[in-house]
Structures are given as structure tokens and as C-alpha cells.
């Protein structure tokens, strides 16, 4: 994942390392709006014939576009939801965790305009579902065996629950219109391509980077100084207290770097 690995180095410094909590921000505004209003989904979706007839709002608007669903259920959802992403920015790196929302954001924008080229109608409605299912995926093959409680009450293993999610997405795809279909396989192309990202993170857990986190924030509290920076994102254990720090053996010279970028970089010769 070269491009990856140059695209952090120059840009990893914009990465937003709270986006989970802003994706439900996001969706909680969704939610209330779709209680407050019944045309709020159909305003604001993403319809590639509105947009093209004097409404390109709907490019960003659709973010925010939920369908209508039971509120209990929706906030289970957006709590689950902000926890996955939680987990995978601890595991990823920011940067990787801000390039997967934005790629499946594409994704979608260019799926709808897609289907509405080949079937030009104005009835083609897209917002976020297939990427956070794509999202639950990633998720799901970087910790399979993470227990959840479906509802708070069923324990299952997350990796049941993966393969739910992909047996629905396949059956989606055989009875779903064409905009369905190129919806599932662009979220799946961007799992696709992150899931080969982070193969060399898979034996991590949460509750190994949640005693990390407390260890170094309790070493950091004891030492009141920063001793060590990555050489690639720059970030110190004061800039996030669950980072590991080494040095690369096969790089020239003193260079040491996060357990994000430890196996990532490119080494210095």
C-alpha cells in the first residue's frame, strides 16, 4: 500500500483523529431531522437528477440523510458504530481510518451517477448504508472473534455477524435494482482495498489498546515530557497515549516511529 504510506506522509497531519464521533454527530442530526420532517430523507438524499437540475447540496446533504427507522434501534446503531470506528482509528492510524470514510464517500457519489447515466431516472435515491456496512466488515476481519451483545441481551461473535451482513449484501445484490448492485460492489471494493492495508494488524484488541492507552497515559502524566516522535506522521505519546514507539533496524540512521507506521514505512536507506 505504497500510495498509502506516500499519501500519509504528506497529508497524515489533516487526518481528524475524533471522525467516528463526528459520523454520529452526523447521523444523530439525520435522525432527528427524519423525526421533525417526513421529506427530510427525499431533500436531502443523494439523487443525481436533483443535483444536476439545481440542487448540488445533495452531494454533501446526503451524509445526514437517513432512512426512517425505530429510534431505539437507530441509537444502538450509532453507538455500535461509533465504537467500530474508535476501534479502527486505534488500529489504523487516523489517516487510514479519515482515507476509508472519504473513499467510500466517492464511492457512493460515483456509484449514483453510474447507475443514473445508464438508467436516467429521477427516482435514484443513495446515502450511507452500504459504507457503513463496509465499515462493520472491516471491522469484523481485523477482530472476528470480539464479542458483541446483539440488542444488549444475545452474545455473538463479531465474525457471525460478518458473515450476516455479507449474506444479506448478497442477497441484495440478486433481487436489488441495478443502483443497488453498484452500490454493494464499490463499498466491497473499498473493503477490499483497506482490508489489504491492515493484514499486519489482525492480532490486536481492543482491550489490549485499551490498556496500552492507560499505560501510556499514566507514563506520560509520571514523565510530563514527550520522548519520542514518529518520523513518519510526527505524532508523540502525548498526542495519543495508546501509541508504541521503536526504532527500524533496516532504515539508515536513528529513525523511530509509531506502531502505525512501524511495518508501513518506507525504509531509509
Not at 452526523?26 to 438524499?45: C, K, V
Request: hydrophobic share 45%.
Amino acid at each position: 500500500m505504497n500510495w498509502l504510506n506516500k499519501l500519509e506522509r504528506k497529508f497524515g497531519r489533516y487526518a481528524r483523529q475524533n471522525l467516528p464521533l463526528y459520523i454520529v454527530i452526523l447521523y444523530a442530526f439525520g435522525t432527528i431531522m427524519n423525526l421533525i420532517s417526513n421529506d427530510f430523507y427525499t431533500s436531502f438524499a443523494l439523487n443525481p437528477f436533483m443535483v444536476l437540475h439545481g440542487e448540488p447540496w445533495r452531494i454533501v446533504t446526503f451524509l445526514v440523510a437517513t432512512p426512517g427507522a425505530n429510534i431505539i434501534f437507530l441509537v444502538f446503531v450509532m453507538l455500535f458504530y461509533y465504537s467500530i470506528g474508535q476501534s479502527l482509528v486505534h488500529v489504523w492510524g487516523a489517516f487510514r481510518f479519515n482515507m476509508y470514510v472519504f473513499c467510500g464517500i466517492l464511492g457512493t457519489i460515483a456509484a449514483a451517477f453510474i447507475v443514473y447515466a445508464i438508467v436516467p431516472s429521477p427516482y435514484i435515491y443513495m446515502d450511507t448504508y452500504y459504507m457503513n456496512l463496509s465499515l462493520f466488515l472491516a471491522y469484523a476481519a481485523i477482530f472476528p472473534e470480539m464479542q458483541v451483545y446483539l440488542y444488549g441481551i444475545l452474545p455473538l461473535k463479531v465474525k457471525w455477524l460478518a458473515w450476516l451482513d455479507v449474506a444479506l449484501l448478497a442477497y441484495s445484490f440478486v433481487v436489488g435494482g441495478l443502483g443497488t448492485r453498484i452500490s454493494i460492489v464499490v463499498s466491497l471494493l473499498n473493503f477490499i482495498l483497506f482490508y489489504l492495508s491492515s493484514r499486519n494488524y489482525r492480532k490486536i484488541s481492543p482491550g489490549e489498546v485499551k490498556r496500552k492507552r492507560v499505560y501510556h497515559q499514566k507514563v506520560r502524566q509520571a514523565r510530563g515530557t514527550s520522548r519520542h516522535r514518529c518520523a513518519v506522521c510526527g505524532r508523540t505519546e502525548e498526542d495519543d497515549p495508546s501509541l508504541e514507539f521503536r526504532y527500524c533496524s533496516k532504515c539508515n540512521g536513528n529513525y523511530e516511529y509509531c506502531n502505525d507506521h512501524l511495518f508501513t514505512h518506507t525504509h531509509v536507506k
